[in-house]
């Protein structure tokens, strides 16, 4: 009987640890909205990533392909910048659309 306990205690510490680790990992949705303080774009969509980590570095990366696929955006994207906001609505991080070294 106490060797049935140990296996069941055993079997149910692994379903558990099992659920834990899909609840503490699972993908988290980050929206990442354009504003000016008066206007706004707002990301409907979002995106799942892994952590809020990974959302700050897709919103870096998303920043320097604008840069790169126009290098005359600056003049347009002034006061502007781009926010990471979680499911909540909390805004996580905002990032310039123009870096104010540039100017």
């Known amino acids: 009987m106490y060797q049935l306990q140990q296996f069941i205690d055993r079997r149910l510490s692994l379903v558990f640890k099992r ?3 899909r609840y503490w990992f699972l ?3 980050y929206f990442f909205n354009l504003t000016n303080g008066q ?3 707002r990301d409907e969509e979002g995106m799942e ?3 809020v980590q990974a959302a700050l ?3 870096l990366e998303a920043i320097e392909e604008l840069r790169a696929a126009d290098p005359s955006y600056s003049e347009d994207w002034r006061g502007w910048h ?3 906001v979680d ?3 909390r805004i996580v991080q905002r990032f310039p659309l123009v870096d104010s070294v540039q100017h």
Do not use: K, T, Y
Request: glycine share 4%; aromatic share 0%.
């Open 82 to 84: 781009l926010e990471v």
């Open 19 to 21: 659920q834990l680790h």
């Open 27 to 29: 993908p988290v949705r």
């Open 49 to 51: 990533v892994s952590n």
């Open 39 to 41: 206007e706004a774009i």
């Open 57 to 59: 570095a897709s919103a």
């Open 87 to 89: 499911a909540s609505g």
